[in-house]
């Protein structure tokens, strides 16, 4: 592929939409090794030239050489993908360029530096997440890692090497690999190499070698690494054995859970327990107790949970007064059996005054094993402290402020109430407070109003000095008092928040819910369910052009977002802002999944970075608007394979019945025409007969196709009766017609009006008793005429009554000949004029069929000339 070619974006669609290329997910193969200089680069790209001579087809994605002569060799002869250019902040940096390489599609792509972070305006923010949508469109992957780049690793980086990594690699994406390859030197040869000139050059090297290339770090850093490797073989010899049916002793699964909160130390929490399930082959899972905070709790929060989706760990937020008793509500609903929590939690005095979740887990925690973790980066008893002080500064002003007004106020009444009575203002003060500050804040308040107290009210006053015992014994007491009924007030108040905000999204939950299930169609529960988002949203649907934006959506979606949509679509994963993919878009883009399919595409431009509760109302939402899409989906489906049951029954129905009474007639006529002398009558009978089926035909056809309009004129009622008559060739005996005088003229198509009823006559006539005939009555009802059509037969059967007028229909007991049209057609012909038609029994026996017709407003006749 030539450098300067570039991608047709309907060509990469229809790339990336190709079942073929979606199939089988492609191999992945690391080259692992311990540090920078060990060669993994270059026995990535022999590995890939024994390929090549096997005769597949590879091509370099990216690679960086670093200026070594031996790399550029190996290289030379390869294909080489184009990069992409990206500018940022004046500089033109290029990265690999993800859209040329899956039009490229070849079998193998070479992508160095796995852990790489992509410049902004990438597609994804990190190289790994490259990969990974290169390997979901079936092309393997040779790519290069150093141990110091793994997730769960880079706390035992830091501690080793004293430097913090920050460039990692999920644990899970080094799980999905294939194949691992150990690229291994010995710390001597590397620093030999490193000495050389062949990992570093000048004093970068020199300095290397003093501090991150020291022996003992490089000694540590190969253990790690084979360690990394070892774990990796052995999980590999394991599922070699089961798939075998090699017996081995059988032990209980192990499930691992770690309690997260807003503290840092959570990071590291999170990353031991991806250790040890990995060590011990358990699932794990990752669980937050949802707690009033700062901002910045919850930014923590967010990114310490998003950490345990990267290693892999099940997510759960779930909600408690005491979070001791939230996590061990979990633990047994998940059957988990070692919890992990940080060892920190039980420092010192605070053990003893303020409640320990942990301890209390540890108290009753019963058959499940707690394991503590010491906080190695923290120092312990000051975590919990800048908790409570980790406030905005208005708070502790507040603070400040009410100390001085209370302190004004008792001032002035210290000559008419006593010092105590001020004490008890004070408390007051702190007891209101509470409903209003956080902890640190009431703390501090507390603390100002015992020592405002004593210096200003105590006697002796304006010192700190308490004579008397009593005074000792108040002040004591006010102080005690005053925060704990200060920190009460504050837990209850933040208590409530939590409720408030639990209750917040529920009701938004159950609005949208309540929104989408009162909808009768599916654009009534789109636009319901947009206007409860509470930000510009859209709806994004498949067609047959892509995705089609809904037209209950409130936000523009410009050709970029539409790309990023389609992203998300094809994907099925979030893109866009606050996500791993495209973060640099306008709006958040949430797949519509129900199972493995996406039904469309929910798009929200969010302002701020949105909090784990709003994302997970946000995604809840989602969930909802698919699982209505996917019901009207079905709806859909089984209304159209109703319809082709119904097609392929009335076909059968109509291919039989036509049969019938087309070869009835003319098998008629050929019997007569085989006489020596022909029935003339008969063949004229059987002619008519033919005549009425193909009428009947066309006359259906005509109505189906909508080609029946009426031709209005002014027609008398009692004229229209005889013509009727007439039409189904009735003897004026056959039918008893009562009076139609006084009766208004209507407006409507005689013919048309004639057919439908000499369709009725004829019915009556054929099912009603011989021995008297069928009635024939008609009146006026207001603006409406009303024909009623009466016989003596048997009548109709129950529930007969509306399926008389299906096309096709005939009853059990109905006489021989018919197509079963008759009725449907006079109905429809009724119909095209306003009016009605309708049968029931009647009381004394005998069914009626009744039309009404509407009169069609004042006769006008036309002007004398």
């Known amino acids: 592929m030539p450098e300067d070619s570039r991608p047709d974006p309907d060509a990469l669609l229809a790339a990336i939409r190709s079942d073929e290329s979606k199939a089988k997910r492609g191999r992945l193969k690391v080259f692992f090794g311990m540090c920078p200089g060990v060669g993994k680069t270059f026995a990535m790209l022999a590995d890939a030239r024994r390929k090549v001579n096997e005769g597949v087809e590879v091509v370099v994605g990216i690679v960086e050489t670093h200026g070594r002569a031996e790399t550029l060799a190996m290289i030379e002869g390869l294909p080489v993908a184009p990069r992409i250019e990206i500018e940022h902040r004046g500089t033109k940096l290029t990265e690999l360029d993800l859209d040329a390489v899956l039009m490229w599609h070849p079998k193998l792509v070479l992508v160095d530096e796995l852990a790489h972070t992509n410049a902004p305006g990438s597609r994804h923010p990190k190289r790994y997440q490259d990969v990974l949508e290169l390997l979901d469109a079936g092309i393997d992957i040779f790519t290069t890692l150093n141990v110091q780049h793994v997730e769960s690793r880079s706390d035992a980086v830091r501690q080793i090497t004293g430097i913090t990594v920050r460039e990692t690699v999920p644990d899970s994406v080094l799980d999905a690999a294939d194949e691992i390859e150990l690229v291994d030197l010995t710390p001597e040869q590397l620093r030999g190499r490193l000495a050389d000139g062949k990992v570093y050059l000048g004093e970068r090297a020199a300095t290397a070698a003093e501090n991150f290339f020291c022996p003992e770090n490089l000694t540590a850093l190969r253990e790690m690494a084979l360690r990394v490797t070892a774990e990796h073989v052995d999980r590999d010899l394991r599922a070699l054995r089961q798939g075998q049916n090699v017996s081995e002793p059988w032990k209980a699964g192990a499930r691992i859970m770690v309690a997260v909160s807003p503290s840092p130390h959570s990071e590291e929490l999170i990353r031991w327990a991806r250790l040890a399930a990995s060590a011990m082959e358990a699932s794990w899972l990752a669980v937050h107790v949802e707690r009033p905070g700062t901002p910045e709790d919850d930014a923590r929060i967010t990114r310490h949970l998003a950490l345990a989706r990267r290693l892999g760990g099940e997510v759960i937020s779930s909600t408690g007064t005491e979070i001791g008793e939230a996590l061990l509500r979990i633990a047994r609903q998940h059957n988990v059996t070692q919890i992990i929590a940080g060892k920190s939690e039980l420092a010192g005095w605070r053990a003893w005054v303020r409640s320990s979740p942990v301890r209390w887990l540890l108290d009753h925690s019963g058959d499940i094993d707690i394991l503590l973790v010491g906080d190695r980066k923290f120092a312990r008893g000051l975590l919990p402290w800048r908790e409570w002080f980790a406030d905005r500064p208005r708070g502790f002003v507040a603070a400040a402020g009410i100390t001085t007004g209370v302190t004004l106020v008792g001032l002035l009444l210290l000559p008419l109430v006593g010092y105590w009575t001020v004490a008890l203002i004070y408390l007051l003060a702190v007891t209101l407070a509470g409903s209003a500050l956080r902890r640190g804040p009431i703390l501090v308040l507390a603390t100002l109003s015992a020592l405002a107290w004593n210096f200003l009210f105590i006697p002796p006053r304006f010192t700190f000095h308490i004579e008397k015992t009593e005074d000792w014994a108040m002040f004591g007491t006010f102080f005690v008092v005053a925060l704990v009924v200060g920190q009460l007030t504050a837990r209850l108040r933040e208590r409530e928040r939590a409720e408030h905000d639990r209750e917040s999204r529920a009701v938004a939950l159950y609005r949208i819910s309540r929104a989408l299930a009162a909808s009768t169609t599916l654009d009534q529960a789109l636009r319901a369910a947009l206007a409860e988002v509470g930000a510009d949203a859209a709806v994004l649907l498949p067609g047959p052009n892509g995705l089609d934006r809904h037209a209950a959506s409130t ?150 196709s909508g080609l029946v309009r009426p031709q209005r004129e002014w027609c008398d009622v009692g004229e229209l009766l005889h013509d009727a008559r007439a039409r189904a060739d009735l003897a004026e005996s056959a039918l008893a017609f009562g009076s139609f005088d006084n009766l208004p003229s209507i407006h409507v198509d005689a013919a048309l009006i004639t057919h439908a009823l000499a369709t009725l006559f004829c019915n009556a006539t054929t099912h009603g008793a011989a021995a008297e005939p069928p009635t024939v009555t008609a009146h006026r009802d207001g603006e409406h005429i009303v024909i009623a059509v009466a016989d003596r037969g048997p009548g109709l059967r129950a529930g007969d009554e509306e399926r008389v007028f299906e096309r096709f229909y005939r009853a059990a007991d109905a006489h021989p000949g018919g197509l079963g049209l008759g009725l449907a057609i006079a109905r429809r012909l009724v119909e095209v004029h306003g009016g009605t038609v309708t049968a029931e029994n009647r009381p004394a026996g005998g069914a009626r069929f009744t039309v009404r017709l509407p009169i069609g407003g004042e006769m006008k006749l036309p002007a004398e000339p």
């Open 555 to 704: 936000l523009a979606i410009s050709a970029k977002e539409e790309s990023v949509a389609t992203w998300a679509y094809q994907n099925r994963q979030p893109a866009g802002r606050f996500t791993d993919t495209l973060p640099e878009s306008d709006a958040m883009h949430l797949p519509l999944l129900t199972g493995d399919r996406s039904e469309g595409v929910l798009a929200i431009r969010l302002a701020d970075t949105p909090t784990l509760a709003q994302r997970e109302l946000l995604e809840a939402c989602a969930a909802q608007l698919a699982i209505a899409l996917a019901k009207e989906r079905a709806v859909r489906a089984e209304g159209e394979a109703r319809l082709a049951r119904d097609s392929e029954k009335l076909q059968k129905t109509l291919l039989d019945s036509v049969s019938h009474e087309l070869k009835t007639p003319l098998a008629a006529i050929h019997g007569a025409l085989e006489q020596p002398t022909p029935d003339l009558a008969e063949i004229r009978a059987a002619t008519r007969r033919l005549r009425r089926v193909v009428e009947e035909l066309l006359d259906v056809t005509r109505i189906e």
